[in-house]
């Protein structure tokens, strides 16, 4: 994803990210073998973002996450956005692919579930001060990006497209969500953005769930831009 020779590298630790309401998690797996949470190898960009890198005897898993400074949807007050860029570049035959985020620690006044829009596969948990909601492509922006070919193999696209139980994102109360995904042969790439945002809870200005609809390379500009 990025070279590495002029990052600082760090002590390695799971990629988490918490928010007023729990701790952000993501799980990955690569045909039957989950990855363990903790990388094989964790740098440091000048600007605070972390890449994270696990070694699979099929397959090497890259992650690029930080906080990032987007203006809100409406103009109005700004709130906290993380992006979390995967790369999975398979060196040899991956027969499945399952990429997830899950907000745990949740307090107990805490509710929420799917909170899907269009393009927008995302879950919302809520209490009477807060709002997070994590997002990422919904299975019909998936299939249109395969069929784009850049940010996954364009055989993809018409296993997404034709919504099997197999393949699409799925949902688990009240906060996770999952990218179910096709395998990779060798040298395929595949790239998600998944975002969290939060903000105070407003019926009316549900900024958080707008903010995680970011498209990757907007994502991936902040990601890896040095600090003025």
């Known amino acids: 994803m990025l070279p590495t020779d002029h990052l600082a590298k760090a002590d390695r630790r799971p ?3 918490d928010t007023p309401l729990g701790t952000v998690g993501f799980s990955v797996t690569l045909g039957a073998d989950a990855l363990p949470a903790e990388p094989d190898a964790l740098w440091y960009l000048p600007n605070g973002s972390q890449l994270h890198r696990w070694g699979h005897r099929t397959a090497t898993v890259d992650l690029l996450i930080g906080s990032i400074d987007v203006p809100a949807w409406d103009g109005g007050a700004p709130v906290p956005v993380w992006a979390a860029i995967w790369q999975v570049q398979a060196r040899a035959k991956v027969p499945g692919l399952v990429v997830s985020a899950e907000l745990t620690d949740l307090p107990a006044d805490a509710y ?3 909170d899907s829009g269009e393009c927008l596969a995302a879950v919302s948990v809520e209490t009477e001060r807060f709002m997070v909601s994590i997002g990422g492509p919904d299975a019909e922006l998936l299939a249109m990006q395969a069929a784009d070919g850049r940010l996954m193999p364009t055989s993809w696209a018409r296993p997404l497209r034709n919504g099997t139980s197999e393949y699409g994102v799925r949902y688990t109360d009240p906060a996770r969500v999952a990218w179910h995904l096709p395998g990779l042969t060798n040298a395929e ?5 998944i975002a969290t945002a939060w903000c105070p809870h407003d019926d009316e200005r549900p900024a958080a769930w707008f903010a995680v609809d970011i498209p990757l390379d907007t994502a991936y500009h902040h990601l890896i831009t040095d600090p003025a």
């Open 112 to 114: 929420g579930g799917q």
């Open 15 to 17: 990629a988490v990210i």
């Open 189 to 193: 790439v595949a790239r998600l953005c």
